[in-house]
């Protein structure tokens, strides 16, 4: 049993590492998914954002930042994930995997390093967007050290979840183009949710899609931690969204991934 969870456990680590130095050897594709909400937030501030402060309430377009900041957090996440995907689907296509199935290596541990790798570049790429939020004016004044620990905690559940559906996508596509194209939804969603504008605002009809989708309630649940706004029923939800996510994608990944190639 110990020496199982030894070689899991070795394994893991060295697709880890794997998958972290190509990361960093090829650094153009986080960053140009990085430019995404950087440009949103920029855009939205200094353009709209005294305009967008008043239909939130707001004085001046301080009050957007403190509202959209939380919303573009998670969907720096959704844009990150985006590079797993591809990253999953060009290790398809090139044969690494089907060679690794062939290894006498921990079939989980080809998974867990894309997975973990994934998870800590999009916490980075959090705090990166995030100190450009800060640059930008955003302050969480009130907001105590467990509040800003389970927004951490938060944003790594985010992250776990959305990175197992990227995994899915990615060996489930026939190639990088199309894992990127796949993965798509993951950066357009937050542009249907609560990110930029309040769910009251929207048509009618419209509301009950943003409403019922996972990135609003995790935003709402941000909000509430690091801004002091009611947080209501969205933790749970946002919880449930995270676990239903990762459970699935967990699934849908394994199963692809233990199927034996035609």
């Given at each position: 049993m110990s020496s199982s969870l030894s070689l899991a456990v070795r394994d893991s680590s060295t697709?880890?590492?794997?998958?972290?130095l190509h990361a960093r050897r090829y650094p153009s594709l986080t960053l140009n998914l990085l430019l995404t909400p950087i440009m949103l937030l920029l855009?939205?501030?200094?353009?709209?954002g005294d305009t967008m402060s008043t239909g939130i309430g707001g004085a001046d377009r301080s009050a957007y930042i403190a509202y959209i900041v939380p919303g573009i957090l998670l969907m720096t996440i959704g844009s990150t994930v985006v590079g797993t995907a591809?990253?999953?689907?060009?290790?398809?296509?090139?044969?690494?995997?089907?060679?690794?199935?062939?290894?006498?290596?921990?079939?989980?541990?080809v998974l867990f390093g894309h997975v973990?790798?994934?998870?800590?570049?999009?916490?980075?790429?959090?705090?990166?967007?995030?100190?450009?939020?800060?640059?930008?004016?955003?302050?969480?004044t009130d907001a105590t050290v467990l509040e800003w620990l389970a927004a951490l905690a938060l944003l790594a559940f985010f992250a776990l979840a959305f990175t197992w559906i990227a995994v899915g996508?990615?060996?489930?596509?026939?190639?990088?183009?199309?894992?990127?194209?796949?993965?798509?939804?993951?950066?357009?969603l937050p542009l249907i949710s609560s990110a930029f504008v309040p769910l009251d605002t929207m048509p009618g009809w419209f509301q009950p899609i943003a409403e019922y989708q996972p990135f609003t309630p995790a935003i709402e649940t941000l909000r509430g931690l690091l801004l002091g706004t009611e947080i209501g029923n969205n933790g749970w939800i946002a919880l449930a969204w995270c676990l239903a996510l990762t459970l699935l994608g967990h699934r849908w990944s394994q199963a692809q991934f233990n199927r034996d190639p035609k």
């Open positions: 697709m880890l590492r794997r998958n972290l855009l939205f501030v200094y353009i709209f591809v990253s999953v689907a060009t290790d398809m296509n090139e044969g690494i995997i089907a060679r690794f199935r062939t290894m006498a290596i921990h079939r989980g541990s973990v790798g994934s998870v800590l570049q999009s916490i980075l790429s959090v705090v990166l967007v995030g100190a450009v939020g800060v640059a930008m004016g955003f302050r969480s996508m990615g060996m489930g596509s026939p190639n990088a183009e199309a894992a990127s194209n796949s993965a798509m939804p993951l950066i357009l």
